[in-house]
């Protein structure tokens, strides 16, 4: 299963919204995760089961959709939210990764 | 605390193997699923390979099959992946990983990664 990001490169102004979409060439259902990745860091779960929070993870993190179209909101970005976002889907094996969205400061 | 501790990365010439271990600590090793994922400098994650609990279930990644094996030992709360037939394009940050829960398969943990480099 290929997965498509779209934009590979957003810049948003701090406290604005920021939609970042993913794709699948064929259906995973439900099974969608979110990950954040920032300089030097091994990346974290944001999102898993395609909109539930992972523990700890800010109520401005929104992830919506199934089946094979997806999308992660973030809302009033915040300067620790400028990193790289990738999906992933966990519904078959080989489970597959986007190829990444940076985020940025416009 | 989940710990996850990769070793046994290193530069490594082209066709030649390597063994990538990680040590599980703080938590039920045997309960999880378990994975390698890679990250080539400067570029995205690739899930490499995977293995249920009780090993019956393996899978890899095209780009890897036929080449790497994954392993566990829940005895000693370890993940192995075997990597033979090297290439430079096998050159990467290899991650340890946990699923988040015993049923849900979400990615939950990541040690911090063992780098292979391979090069003549």
């Known amino acids: 299963i290929v997965m498509t990001q779209s934009p590979a490169t957003l810049s948003v102004s701090p406290g604005e919204r920021a939609t970042l979409s993913c794709r699948a060439s064929q259906s995973v259902g439900g099974d969608l995760a979110w990950y954040q990745q920032k300089p030097g860091q091994a990346p974290s779960l944001l999102i898993y089961?395609?909109?539930t929070r992972a523990t700890g993870i800010p109520a401005r993190f929104g992830g919506s959709g199934s089946g094979t179209e997806f999308t992660l909101t973030i809302s009033g970005l915040q300067s620790e939210d400028f990193a790289v976002y990738y999906c992933q889907q966990y519904n078959n094996w080989p489970q597959t990764f986007g190829q990444g969205t940076k985020v940025e400061i416009k | 605390e989940v710990q996850l501790v990769e070793s046994g990365g290193g530069l490594v010439q082209p066709g030649r193997s390597l063994r990538l271990s990680c040590a599980a600590s703080?938590?039920?090793?045997?309960?999880?699923?378990m994975h390698w994922v890679r990250q080539a400098p400067g570029k995205g994650l690739e899930w490499v390979s995977g293995?249920?609990?009780?090993?019956?279930?393996?899978g890899y990644a095209d780009s890897v099959k036929g080449r790497f094996t994954i392993s566990r030992d829940n005895a000693r709360n370890s993940l192995y992946l075997q990597m033979n037939s090297l290439r430079a394009e096998d050159t990467a940050l290899y991650y340890c990983a946990r699923d988040i829960g015993v049923v849900t398969a979400a990615i939950g943990y990541w040690g911090q990664g063992t780098l292979v480099t391979v090069s003549s």
């Open positions: 703080g938590f039920t090793f045997d309960a999880y699923a």
């Open positions: 089961g395609a909109s």
């Open positions: 293995v249920l609990w009780n090993s019956a279930t393996t």
